[in-house]
């Protein structure tokens, strides 16, 4: 894991941009704004292409760059080969020595739902504000945001890092706008005070699966099968989810308020649940069915040094690095794997000087075709970034200024988990 940039200080207040020029901006036409023509800038695509980039600063300290390489329409049935283009690129760079606001991840009214870049950057009062992480989506209609890795919000760890060798993180501190990348790791685990008995937690705000040789089960403790352990907190939901299995609910104190041999229930202010399936529902009654808990939740990075959890703190999923110490390290995808061709993506990265970088490229589309994981870390060492992850793309790409699109979706915007969003002023904790 890789430290941006030491020391920089608090920040003062930020002005804001103009109605007008917001406007301007979501139309990616900025007035005042220059246009530079260059050959050969991006390294993608044939050398000879004509390239324009038109730059405009939002704030102090906060600029909006949009890079069109290509000048003709690619023709559809070549999107995914043409070396012509074109391709389109949208980049905001924060740089923590002059910007006066901070930037944070949000997601919205509770984990488990979906809401538009648009609606996150507007209903946060953010400046601008890109997709993040990586989501359930279609795998679950009743929790489509829950985050498939690290959710970190304000020093709150609502989504445990998976162990897929591929989720890569992007953690920033609000309270100085120093950025982390790289893979960080989780253990968690809850231990009877009087007992001192102990269970680990598989996962946070993630719903527990039923084995497969259980399903038919209403009374969990009677399966064979080891199932699943899991924290919930009132920010998942208006409720936990309900199903089969057993679940303990503790008050602030972490000490029992009830048991049931149920799952699913509204937890008030303060409470957090315990939820398990399969055999792990014996060993969970054992362990926090009465008396009082503690919990052990533990963030180390790559290097294996504990990072603490503070205010301020928050931090998204990716899949996949694309540079490290200014290399390109992006591995080569199975041939076939739709996944590391040419969509429209989304990267966070940090400058060697600390600037933090947050782009888009817009894809699928004859206007911009999109970039293969190889191109889009290509884009991201040309744009400065000395160290840099792929979020999530496809559909969920987007860039937001005021609640309006900059970047153009492949389709209508999609509703995404959260979003990494730009915010006037200074960073309190709960804002």
């Not at 139309?27 to 246009?35: I, K």
């Amino acid at each position: 894991m890789t430290v941006s940039t030491p020391g920089l200080s608090g920040f003062r207040r930020a002005g804001a941009l103009t109605a007008a020029a917001l406007a301007a901006v979501a139309l990616g036409v900025v007035p005042g704004a220059r246009a530079d023509a260059a050959g050969g800038t991006l390294p993608i695509g044939d050398a000879d292409l004509t390239e324009v980039r038109t730059s405009t600063t939002l704030a102090s300290g906060v600029t909006l760059t949009r890079i069109v390489r290509g000048t003709e329409p690619a023709l559809a049935d070549q999107i995914n080969t043409t070396t012509r283009g074109p391709w389109v690129v949208n980049v905001l760079t924060i740089d923590p020595r002059r910007a006066r606001g901070h930037l944070k991840a949000t997601y919205g009214p509770d984990l488990g739902q979906v809401e538009k870049t648009t609606d996150l950057v507007r209903a946060s009062g953010a400046l601008a504000g890109v997709n993040a992480s990586f989501f359930t989506f279609t795998a679950s209609q009743q929790y489509p945001g829950d985050p498939v890795g690290l959710g970190l919000y304000g020093g709150k760890l609502l989504s445990e890092p998976t162990t897929e060798p591929a989720e890569v993180n992007f953690i920033v501190d609000a309270n100085s706008n120093q950025a982390l990348t790289g893979k960080v790791a989780w253990s968690g685990s809850i231990r009877n005070r009087r007992t001192n008995a102990t269970l680990p937690l598989d996962f946070i705000n993630h719903p527990p699966v039923i084995p497969a040789d259980c399903t038919a089960l209403t009374d969990q403790t009677q399966c064979g099968v080891p199932g699943d352990v899991a924290q919930f907190t009132p920010e998942f939901g208006a409720s936990t989810p309900a199903g089969a299995g057993v679940e303990v609910v503790l008050n602030r104190l972490n000490c029992v308020v009830r048991t049931a041999t149920t799952r699913g229930t509204t937890l008030a202010a303060g409470q957090t649940s315990l939820q398990a399936t399969g055999k792990d529902t014996v060993a969970l009654l054992g362990v926090a069915g009465k008396g009082c808990v503690d919990r052990d939740s533990t963030l180390t990075d790559q290097q294996g040094r504990k990072l603490p959890l503070r205010p301020g703190l928050f931090g998204v999923n990716g899949r996949y690095p694309l540079t490290a110490d200014g290399q390109i390290v992006v591995p080569d995808g199975a041939p076939g794997d739709s996944f590391f061709a040419r969509n429209p993506r989304t990267i966070a990265g940090t400058t060697r000087d600390g600037k933090i970088v947050l782009a888009t490229i817009d894809g699928r589309q004859t206007t911009s075709v999109g970039t293969t994981l190889a191109e889009t870390a290509a884009v991201a060492q040309a744009l400065g970034m000395y160290d840099a992850i792929n979020l999530d793309g496809g559909g969920s790409t987007a860039m937001a200024a005021d609640g309006a699109l900059v970047s153009h979706p492949s389709g209508a915007e999609r509703a995404v988990g959260d979003a990494l969003v730009y915010v006037a002023g200074r960073y309190r904790s709960g804002n």
